[in-house]
Every structure is written in structure tokens, then in C-alpha cells.
């Protein structure tokens, strides 16, 4: 998957409500360790046994991990959270020796942006961008979780507009087991708009060629109905619009109630007086 993807930088994993992506990190997370890459895992959202299920023994002993699920502020560590920049300052200033080019795994950066303005975390994801190491090393692979349906579309936009590839995450699978859709867009910055194309999610977390056609054009945006009826369609009625002559003669043939009458009745003769029971 990784070399499908090809190049460094920041690849958002968007998910939904309806399609779970935290799989998919795990899948990369394995491809990278099985790369030989060192791996940092930046816990915000789910403790480390939730996020190692499914992994193998072999991969889980070759992860490092940055556990701020338990203590997400920083309280414990003694410092005003405000002095240490945020989530990704705090990083920044206490980066790990993990070698040439690692691989840093966010989980998830849906929990940050909720709890940090957008400016202030996209200077810091550009600062992690370009580090470099002592000898001028490429900079780390960021990945991270993104919950689309979480945040308006200016913010998918601006994170967008900052990650080298999205893999955005269509529907759940048909049945159990079966393959996904997503859809991956390349080079942003590219002239002419990001590179975008269909592909398959096969259960094991690599990736497939593209598709059969979906019915429904608009999966994979939280904001568009995932089940739009297809205008145009003619299908079987149940019903007549229309009347028969028979039916016809006998509607011509009613007199409407608010209409008036030909010949207006005269009131009976032999009327009570009403208030004949008032009279003293």
C-alpha cells in the first residue's frame, strides 16, 4: 500500500460513521513495521490494547508509543498545557530518537482539531512535515485518522490541502468480510486539481484496481444522502391517473355541495317557535 501511495509527508485515513478507517491505520502500521520503518503511535482517542487488536505479536513489539489517551492535557507531566504549544508543540519539543525518516501515527487528529484552533494545529503538522534529521534526513511519514463527518468542509479542506494523499473511505462492506471502496486523491497542489481515483480495500488492508460501477454517485461525502433515489427511472405503477368515460359521466353528473340550488326549498309551515319556551 505504501508504495502505491509512493513518497513522504502527511496521509490522512478519512472515515465515517458508517465506515471505520481505524482498521486501514492498522494495516499501514504493519506494512511499516514489516518496511523495517520505526513507528511511533500517538494514542489520543483509544487506549493501546484497543488500538493493538488484530496486530501481530511481531508488530506490536517493534511499536513505540506516545499514550496521551490517559492524560490527553498533560497535567501529569507538570506543565501549563498552554506552555508546551498543544498537542503536536509538546511533540515537536520532545521528538524520540527513532532513527532516519520514521513513521508517525495519529490517533486520531479529529480528537486535537476539537480541542485546538486549525491554524494553531496545521503550523505544527507543517513544522513535523519538515523536520529533518541531524544530517539533513527526509522527513517522517505522518498518518493519521481523520473523522470526516466531525468537521465542516473548510477544515477537510485546509488538512487537505496539507496531506500529499487522503484516503477517503466509502460505505461499509456489501456483506461481512467483503471488499470496501475508497477513493484516493494524490498532489493536492497539483495544477489542474488532486489526482483522484476509485480503488478497492481488500479484508487483509491492501489495496485492489478499481471497482465495479456504483449505483450510487455519492459515497464517501458525509454531506450528500448515501442513498439518492435515481431521477428519471420509470417503474410499474399501481394506480390509474386518469378516469374511465363511465367515470367521467358520473363525476359531471354530482352536485357539489357549495354550489347553490336551482330551486331553493321554502322552510315547512308548521315550524314551532323556537323560543316559544322563553316567553314569560
Known amino acids: 500500500m505504501l508504495e502505491t501511495l509512493g513518497g513522504r509527508g502527511l496521509l490522512l485515513v478519512r ?3 458508517d465506515s ?3 482498521s486501514l491505520l492498522r494495516a499501514i502500521v504493519s506494512e511499516a513495521v514489516n518496511r523495517a520503518e520505526q513507528v511511533l503511535v500517538v494514542l489520543l482517542e483509544v487506549p493501546r490494547e484497543q488500538f493493538q487488536e488484530g496486530l501481530s505479536p511481531h508488530v506490536r513489539e517493534r511499536l513505540h508509543f506516545r499514550d496521551l489517551f490517559g492524560d490527553p492535557l498533560g497535567w501529569g507531566r507538570g506543565r501549563d498545557p498552554a ?3 498543544g498537542l503536536l508543540g509538546e511533540l515537536l519539543g520532545a521528538w524520540p530518537d527513532l532513527g532516519p525518516a520514521p513513521t508517525l501515527v495519529l490517533d486520531s487528529l479529529s480528537w486535537a482539531l476539537l480541542r485546538e484552533p486549525l491554524p494553531h494545529l496545521c503550523r505544527h503538522l507543517g513544522a513535523l512535515l519538515t523536520r529533518g534529521g541531524p544530517r539533513n534526513e527526509p522527513p517522517p511519514r505522518i498518518v493519521a485518522l481523520l473523522h470526516q463527518d466531525l468537521h465542516p468542509p473548510p477544515v477537510l479542506g485546509a488538512l487537505g490541502g496539507l496531506a500529499r494523499a487522503q484516503l477517503i473511505l466509502g460505505g461499509p462492506p456489501e456483506t461481512p468480510g467483503a471488499p470496501r471502496r475508497l477513493r484516493l486523491l494524490r498532489d493536492p497542489q497539483k495544477r489542474g486539481g488532486p489526482l483522484q481515483e476509485t480503488l478497492t480495500l481488500l479484508p487483509d488492508g491492501s489495496l485492489g484496481g478499481p471497482p465495479p460501477p456504483d449505483p450510487s454517485p455519492n459515497w464517501g461525502d458525509p454531506k450528500k444522502p448515501q442513498n439518492a433515489p435515481n431521477v428519471g427511472v420509470r417503474t410499474p405503477l399501481t394506480f390509474r391517473l386518469g378516469l374511465s368515460g363511465a367515470e367521467q359521466e358520473a363525476r359531471a353528473a354530482l352536485t357539489l ?3 347553490p340550488r336551482a330551486e331553493p326549498e321554502a322552510p315547512p309551515e ?3 317557535d323556537p323560543d316559544e319556551d322563553l316567553e314569560l
Do not use: H, M
Open 15 to 17: 472515515d465515517s460513521a
Open 20 to 22: 471505520e478507517g481505524r
Open 83 to 85: 506552555e508546551r504549544g
Open 257 to 259: 355541495p357549495y354550489l
Open 270 to 272: 308548521d315550524l314551532e
